[in-house]
């Protein structure tokens, strides 16, 4: 098994030539990539939540240090797609997977390697121009004997990994081993954003997909992939330090808008006010947010629909 890093390797912290590129992270649903991404860029770029499939964009987080840059893609988790939007989203991924430098296979380094884990990491022979690390994931949640486990059944899944790196987003553990290791593997070259940026993500977005991550807190079975949030306006409110958002939340049946809604619109209260609180220090001003729930019937398998929402 390759040697797990102590510390940074030593090319990255002596190298004089700076060095820039992307990486992405790919394995199953929720196996910890966007909680990942957040932790390595040191802000939130990337909703994070315990139902699968929670990413559909692919967002680019930055990570900036004095010897590199890093350019992080969180995609869609890998999976066997059931609808339109599946196919697109899968489609997404592998496009990404051809254009990156490195890439990062994620398994949970509490659950075994299973039949989804082995078919991602073969596919990955179809990636021959980027290098791979392995990565063991939520090691803070894993006893010695679970992590160990872990490390070799993920480096017998190949025998061209780079690294074969345990960590813990939530505790930051071996961050700094992952950072440095990714970063050796980048090619020499100037940043490719300019200092103090940390996503490309436009500010619609952002607040859209902060919406989402809110809405997805407490649903249940399918309701999850059906949420979807368009932005519709966002306005400086004259003579007052408040900014009026007003935005749709889309799902794709009347039984799920009214879970959405809730009991006399309570559960869409709740859903604004954990929204607000992460919407305001992002624009830095007091919000008014208007959510809007509405019914596009089966988006996720409409192409209309899909381009309209943005997929």
């Not at 700076?18 to 966007?34: D, Q």
């Not at 860029?41 to 939540?49: D, H, L, R, Y």
């Not at 440095?180 to 859209?208: F, H, N, W």
Request: charged residues 30%.
């Amino acid at each position: 098994m390759p040697a797990t890093p102590a510390d940074p390797p030593t090319a990255s912290r002596s190298d004089p030539v700076f060095r820039s590129g992307f990486v992405t992270f790919v394995g199953r649903p929720n196996v910890g990539k966007s909680t990942l991404t957040n932790a390595l860029v040191g802000e939130k770029v990337a909703i994070t939540s315990d139902k699968p499939q929670t990413t559909r964009r692919a967002i680019r987080g930055i990570l900036n240090r004095t010897d590199g840059q890093l350019v992080i893609v969180d995609t869609p988790g890998i999976h066997r797609p059931r609808t339109l939007l599946g196919e697109r989203l899968n489609h997404l991924v592998e496009q990404v997977l051809g254009d990156v430098d490195v890439i990062g296979f994620c398994v949970p380094a509490t659950e075994k390697v299973g039949p989804g884990d082995r078919r991602i990491a073969e596919s990955l022979d179809g990636y021959r121009r980027a290098r791979k690390v392995a990565i063991v994931t939520k090691t803070d949640a894993a006893s010695r004997e679970q992590i160990t486990a872990r490390l070799l059944e993920v480096d017998a899944l190949r025998d061209d990994w780079a690294a074969v790196i345990p960590l813990s987003a939530l505790t930051n553990e071996q961050l700094d081993v992952l950072t440095g290791e990714v970063l050796s593997l980048m090619p020499k070259g100037p940043a490719l954003y300019p200092q103090g940026v940390v996503t490309d993500e436009s500010i619609d977005d952002r607040i859209a997909e902060i919406i989402r991550e809110a809405a997805l807190g407490g649903v249940r079975d399918e309701l999850p992939h059906s949420i979807a949030v368009v932005v519709q306006d966002i306005a400086k409110r004259e003579d007052s330090d408040l900014t009026d958002i007003f935005a749709d939340i889309v799902v794709e049946r009347d039984s799920q808008k009214s879970i959405i809604i809730g009991h006399k619109g309570s559960r869409l209260a709740d859903v604004g006010r954990r929204a607000r609180a992460q919407i305001e220090p992002l624009i830095g001003s007091r919000v008014y947010l208007s959510l809007h729930v509405r019914v596009a019937k089966e988006w996720q398998r409409d192409p209309k629909q899909l381009g309209r929402l943005g997929f």
